[in-house]
């Protein structure tokens, strides 16, 4: 089975950027969509970005629209995830995923899998 590992993740200071890393054990990248989500104590995991199908655009979650940026490299079999100008509010353990091509447009969590571990940003006023 295909392993998903995220890193990048840290202690950062509002404002600060950071970008998140996916390493794919295989070539799923290539045959599905690859997607961040995030959970944050206590809170239910949320959707954050999904590469789109095709020439459809990426999908992002409102809350990040404009200061995240999702991208890939299938030469490395890596996604990332570039997140400017954080928040406090952006603090939460951040996890790489995918979905079928056939759930294109979806952002919920039922729909994707294989989950990596999470790296965990943490954002400091």
């Known amino acids: 089975q295909v392993q998903l590992v995220e890193s990048g993740g840290g202690f950062v200071q509002a404002g600060d950027s950071v970008r998140l890393s996916c390493a794919a054990s295989?070539?799923?990248?290539?045959?599905?969509?690859p997607g961040w989500f995030r959970q944050a104590p206590g809170k239910e995991r949320e959707f954050v970005a999904v590469?789109?199908?095709?020439?459809?655009?990426?999908l992002y979650a409102d809350s990040v629209k404009g200061r995240f940026t999702i991208s890939r490299d299938d030469a490395k079999n890596t996604v990332y995830l570039q997140m400017n100008s954080l928040k406090p509010e952006d603090t939460a353990l951040y996890y790489c995923?995918?979905?079928?091509?056939?759930?294109?447009?979806?952002?919920?969590?039922?729909?994707?899998?294989?989950w990596g571990q999470g790296t965990q940003v943490t954002v400091s006023s």
């Open positions: 590469e789109g199908w095709r020439d459809s655009s990426p």
């Open positions: 295989g070539r799923i990248f290539e045959s599905s969509l």
């Open positions: 995923t995918t979905t079928p091509f056939s759930k294109c447009g979806s952002t919920a969590a039922r729909e994707f899998g294989p």
